[in-house]
């Protein structure tokens, strides 16, 4: 089953990506790894420029259980690396629009943007961070670097 849904967040992902405007090279894909909360789950953001901003378009398998459904999670981009955080946020990407295309009990789909140029991002120093929704107990449930 889980070799299905990895096919189904591939494809959404390359659907998403081939609806862009953005040439290809400026695409990039961010790895994220399950918290220890979240292990065996599945998180696939793109990260691409709108502008002076970045966009990330987020495909989602499965959420910690007990987390009320459907679940709205938040994103931030905090300064350091997964392994060592800053203590708060450099970016909060919860103010702005969140539009959500589907989901379902072990899937979501959604988008974030950060008001910072993706070079800046890809440059290092970063960490993508998802997380519950306060109402779930805001634990960080996904993170990946952003170099």
Not at 61 to 84: D, H, K, Q, V
Not at 102 to 112: D, I, P, R, V
Request: net charge neutral; glycine share 12%.
């Amino acid at each position: 089953m889980k070799v299905v849904s990895s096919l189904a967040l591939v494809v959404a992902i390359g659907g998403l990506c081939g609806c862009s405007t953005v040439p290809d090279s400026q695409v990039t894909n961010v790895p994220l790894n399950g918290t220890s909360i979240n292990a065996g789950n599945i998180g696939r953001p793109i990260m691409m420029p709108s502008g002076q901003d970045t966009v990330f378009w987020f495909a989602v398998s499965g959420e910690p259980m007990g987390s009320a459904l459907p679940g709205r999670l938040m994103a931030y981009i905090y300064p350091g690396s997964c392994e060592n955080l800053g203590a708060k946020p450099a970016y909060d990407m919860n103010d702005g629009p969140n539009a959500r295309f589907y989901s379902a009990a072990s899937h979501q789909y959604f988008w974030k943007s950060a008001p910072v140029a993706v070079e800046t991002l890809r440059a290092g120093g970063y960490a993508l961070v998802v997380r519950e929704s306060p109402a779930d107990g805001h634990q960080a449930i996904f993170c990946g670097n952003l170099s």
